[in-house]
């Protein structure tokens, strides 16, 4: 079952918990093909005052999808070769989102060795920008609204994870955030093999 607005619309830090298990589907093409990855690694990006949030320099055309309603995606490039999906979540006019940091591929990947024997799944959405690229996401997402797109949205998980199958960790490449780099904002399920960094 799809996420509706009422899941995104609600505290940052659980959303990004909550998201752990859950499933982002991309479909595409005439035949709707898909990918599926379970999510298994977050950050969470609170607000203006967050030295670590683009948000924290105020309103930007960049940024500018952080303030739309929960379930928004605010994608950019990084680094000159990386998109990066995030997921707006909390009330409208409040810039605070949750990126998606790894999946575990689930499907829409080749099982059969003949296909592809040397594929190694880790390099598919073990990353942001690496789940991007196996997902085909790009800047063209920048402002999609989740809930309701028939190209990108994020479902219910096959399995519940339990409180104490949560690791929560500082976020990564935020150095630059004063005391806001010690947020241990990051959240990841633990011992998956497709988290992108322990």
Known sequence: MRLGRIFFNQDTIEVAKNLLGKFLV???????EKLVGKIVETEAYVGPDDRASHAA???????????EEAGTAYVYFIYGMYWMLNIV?????????VLIRAVEPVSGFPKNKNQNPKIDLR????GPGLLSKWMKIDGSFNGEDLVKSQRLWVEE????????QIVATKRIGVDYAGVWKNKKWRFYIKNNPFVSKK
């Open 57 to 67: 320099f105020g309103k930007t055309k960049r940024c500018a999808p952080m303030y």
């Open 26 to 32: 991309r479909s595409f093409g005439k035949n709707q």
């Open 157 to 164: 998980g096959t399995e519940r994870v339990a409180p104490c």
């Open 123 to 126: 390099k598919l959405g073990s």
């Open 89 to 97: 979540t909390e009330e409208k006019g409040k810039p605070c989102a």
